[in-house]
């Protein structure tokens, strides 16, 4: 999914909060907005494409924002159990993941 696929309202999770005190690996936020960064340096002076707010987080660095490199999306599925009654039906069976 790129940057572009992005959108207010989604659920992003921290991958990483190296020297940056507001977030936290692991924690949920919500985007409050994405916007292209246009290479700037984020605080580790990493190029900055994309650069998000957050509802729950106040960015203390430069743009007033965070590297939207530091998150990603949350991945909702619908509840499927099937794959649960194939491994009961035949525990010998191999189940391949989705792509």
Known sequence: MSYRDWHVGMKVVCIDDELCPTIE??????LTSIFPA????????????????????????????FNAGRFRPIETRATDISIFKCLLTNPHVRIEEDA
């Open 25 to 30: 690996r692991g924690r949920i936020y919500t």
């Open 38 to 65: 246009n290479g700037l340096p984020d605080a580790l002076g990493r190029v900055c494409n994309y650069a998000c707010t957050l509802e729950e987080a106040d960015a203390v660095h430069g743009l007033g924002a």
